[in-house]
């Protein structure tokens, strides 16, 4: 059996694990373009779980660990990979281990096949190769050992052992993945958070942190946050804290404990020095008070109706704040359609805030934004409708997901690129209906063609071609088209490979790393070559990672 406080040990572990792996999780990436890493997001995501995971005490239930998992990660997912992540350790653990004080090997198998259904589900097009076909094939392997009767530590080795075998068969099913030499990063993530689960399962511990930090006890200090983790469960009507001033030869606290686990739950009592703090849910508060008495003088009692309050606690919980802490003013949905983009860059920033969007949530490449930080956007928004725009493939599913949890109707759409997400914006008609508007703005964003000029992140080979560090990458339509040693050669060949017989228009923005001079100096090529037949446009876009993002149209 897993009781609640070794399956929150297990997932404190796989955080730890992933996030001291995520370096090399990150260089398994092929394509080289500096990008929010698989193991970054991953290790990201996980550490949003971490810190609530940190706060439950080793009362819990496998229950609520699994709820807090999926509620933590499913808020704090980052990138494909930490959503994936999410839907695996997250929403599959919840569901399959709904009500269930302590899991079996069983429950366990049907965690991670739920898990897997969630997250090919979530893809539009799921592709083998990657940490889906890992989790898959793994999660077969668990139904197989659950089905005849493995214990615990011998089905869980096995499971890893699985996991390791698919994941050295990527490469044969990406030929990308082949050609550079490497196994999917994002497999390769999750077998490194399931042995470390491992560690925990077989009696080993938790996996050290980066600083060596183990799970830390409830303390007074940490007391309010831990009684936060339980504010969902709602099985008793009174919420009931207080303070004991403990009297001289005073029973252990452990016997308060036990007593008031005989009339509520998510009992949290902890023992100092001087003072006893308690926690209770229970229908008999008065009981527990008189039991505390006992023990020494009562300061400050507390009884709270919770089945009263669960709409504000609710509210509470899905604070409009950024996974940063950052608060969204929160906005009620007034007007009809409001819009939300994701963009870095003070240039760019103002670009859609001009074109009519409400809120630019700061993100992009390298800096992939949470759904929780998406959420709180869309929640700033006074709109009944709202469309995201995520302008990055990577940041799409994060997007989704927050449409089932924000409180308004939200459309996702698919723009990859800061160009399309401009384009969508412009193609919105206020005079249009919803489904009028969600076409025409995907069609115009559709017909966008997205230039960009970045750098190597690392040495390495993709496509057929050998690429050093730092050396200049075209990208066409997101696809490497060249390498260059010149940024602005660079850009000056990429448009002419984009401009076509139908283009009518030309932009140019550059970013932080460019100068006004240089950025000058590549308009003037452009317009010497162009300038008689096509529109163009040159804007300070102040983005990193991208010398040039070039739209044409």
């Known amino acids: 059996m897993i009781s609640g406080s070794v399956l929150r040990d297990a997932f404190i572990s796989a955080a730890n694990a992933i996030s001291n792996s995520k370096k090399q999780v990150d260089e398994l990436n092929v394509f080289p373009v500096p990008d929010g890493d ?59 281990l709904k009500e269930v004080k302590s899991a079996e090997v069983s429950d366990i198998a049907a965690c991670l096949e739920t898990g897997v259904e969630r997250a090919y589900r979530s893809v539009m097009k799921p592709t083998e190769g990657t940490i889906l076909t890992v989790a898959r094939l793994a999660s077969v392997r668990a139904s197989e050992l659950a089905a005849k009767g493995t214990e615990l530590v011998p089905f869980w080795e096995e499971v890893c052992l699985e996991a390791e075998r698919v994941l050295e068969t990527t490469p044969e099913l990406l030929p990308t993945l082949k050609k550079a030499g490497v196994v999917d990063a994002g497999g390769k993530g999750l077998c490194i958070m399931l042995r470390a689960m491992g560690r925990v399962f077989n009696g080993e511990g938790i996996v050290p942190d980066e600083s060596g930090e183990q799970s830390a006890p409830v303390t007074i200090e940490t007391f309010a946050s831990v009684v936060g983790a339980f504010d969902e469960d709602i099985h008793y009507t009174y919420c009931t804290e207080y303070i004991v ?64 309050q669960h709409d504000a606690k609710k509210k509470e919980a899905t604070s409009n704040k950024t996974t940063a802490g950052i608060e969204y003013p929160y906005a009620a949905p007034e007007k009809e359609y409001g819009f939300v983009a994701v963009a870095a860059g003070d ?33 700033s928004c006074p709109a009944k409708t709202v469309f995201v725009l995520p302008n990055n493939k990577n940041i799409i599913m994060a997007a989704e997901q927050a449409v089932k949890l924000a409180d308004r109707r939200v459309c996702v759409l698919q723009t990859r690129t800061i160009p399309q997400g401009l384009s969508a914006l412009l193609a919105f008609d206020p005079g249009e209906d919803f489904n009028v508007n969600r076409t025409a703005m995907t069609k115009a964003f559709e017909r966008v063609k997205t ?17 050093q560090k730092d050396e200049i990458l075209a990208l066409d339509n997101g696809k490497l ?37 240089q950025a000058e100096s590549l308009r003037a090529r452009v317009e010497e070559k162009f300038g008689g037949r096509l529109d163009i446009n ?16």
């Open 38 to 96: 698989t193991g970054t997001n991953m290790s990201m995501t996980m550490q949003n779980a971490r810190k609530e995971l940190l706060l439950m005490d080793d009362s819990v239930t496998a229950a609520q660990v699994a709820r807090t998992m999926e509620s933590a990660l499913l808020r704090g997912a980052r990138g494909n990979s930490g959503v994936i992540t999410s839907l695996i350790l997250g929403k599959g653990f919840s569901k399959a």
């Open 245 to 308: 001033d403990k009297k001289e030869g005073a029973e252990d606290a452990i016997k308060l404990r036990a007593y008031l686990e005989t009339i509520g739950d998510c009992v949290v009592v902890v023992d100092d020095d001087e003072i006893i703090k308690v926690h209770v849910h229970t229908n008999s508060p008065g009981l527990a008070i008189q039991k505390g008495l006992e023990f020494g003088d009562m300061n400050l009692p507390k009884v709270e109706n919770m089945r009263r």
């Open 451 to 467: 230039g960009q000029i970045t750098f190597a992140a690392r040495d390495s080979e993709f496509a057929g071609q050998k690429i």
């Open 347 to 379: 240039g760019i920033e103002a670009m859609f805030m001009d074109a009519g969007a409400d809120c630019v949530v700061k993100g992009g490449q390298t800096m992939n934004p949470s759904t929780q930080d998406i959420l709180a956007a869309i929640q």
């Open 538 to 553: 040159l804007i300070s876009g102040g983005q990193p990672v991208y010398y040039y993002t070039i739209s044409v149209e």
């Open 481 to 517: 088209s060249f390498i260059e040693k010149d940024s602005e050669k660079a850009a000056y060949r990429l448009i002419k490979r984009l401009v076509g017989s139908e283009s009518e228009f030309i932009t140019i923005i550059y970013g932080s790393d460019i100068s006004d001079a």
